[in-house]
């Protein structure tokens, strides 16, 4: 089945304390990104990447660390969380960047106090 | 920058029922229109893609249509049922800024 995963699905941490959230495509999709969903501000990216070693900021990048060493994965590192990051997080991917369907990730709720 | 508005916010109807639901933008340098449904708990699911030199998308009860010169697009669901209650979210492309500008969503509940 095609799919995005993300790991964990939820999160509660502390101020300070680094996290990654995992995001895996089985599609051999090229474009992968992240996005944030606060209420009344929508969904907001964070970061893309268009290919393997290629990634660049989006809207909203302060806090935020992405890599892209596989083509499936598209880590996203949090590595000094704040409470202004409590957010849901979801993960997207299409096989090419404008032409194709976004699939998108379950999301992952993250809880930072 | 671009600015995509869904009105209304909330729209309740009953099962059956035929209904319409809207999506403007401010750019006209439009690369591809998304139509994606949001379920609580839930991500997004792609309904419709509509390319900028299309007009329309159909798939099943859904329509979708776009408007390049007044900025508009219009999702149609004919018959609706109590399993389309959903957040429906619209998305604009520029092509060129590597991401999709949503719009605040339509929350539809289908009443049995």
């Known amino acids: 089945e095609a799919q995005v995963t993300q790991n964990p699905r939820y999160l509660i941490t502390v101020t300070g304390k680094k996290l990654t959230v995992t995001c895996s495509q089985n599609m051999n999709h090229e474009y992968m990104s992240w996005y944030r969903q606060d209420p009344g501000l929508g969904l907001r990216q964070i970061y893309y990447?268009?290919?393997?070693?290629?990634?660049d900021k989006g809207d909203v990048p302060e806090g935020y660390k992405v890599s892209r060493k596989e083509k499936r994965n598209f880590p996203l590192i949090l590595e000094s969380p704040s409470p202004n990051q409590t957010s849901l997080y979801f993960c997207?991917?299409?096989?090419?960047?404008?032409?194709?369907?976004?699939?998108f990730g379950p999301g992952t709720r993250l809880t930072v106090l | 920058k671009q600015e995509v508005t869904q009105i209304p916010a909330a729209l309740s109807v009953p099962e059956g029922e035929n209904l319409v639901l809207n999506c403007s933008f401010t750019?006209?340098?439009?690369?591809?229109l998304q139509w994606f449904r949001q379920d609580p708990g839930k991500g997004l699911t792609s309904l419709l893609l509509?390319?900028?030199?299309?007009r329309e998308q159909t798939s099943g009860r859904l329509n979708a249509s776009l408007d390049k010169s007044s900025g508009r697009s219009t999702l149609y669901i004919a018959a609706s049922q109590p399993g389309d209650s959903a957040t429906y979210l619209c998305?604009?492309?520029?092509?060129?800024?590597?991401?999709?500008?949503f719009g605040s969503g339509t929350q539809l509940t289908v009443l049995p």
């Open positions: 997207a991917s299409s096989s090419r960047w404008g032409a194709d369907t976004q699939y």
């Open positions: 990447s268009m290919n393997v070693e290629v990634t």
């Open positions: 750019d006209s340098a439009i690369y591809n």
């Open positions: 998305a604009w492309d520029s092509g060129s800024a590597r991401q999709l500008t």
């Open positions: 509509i390319q900028s030199s299309q």
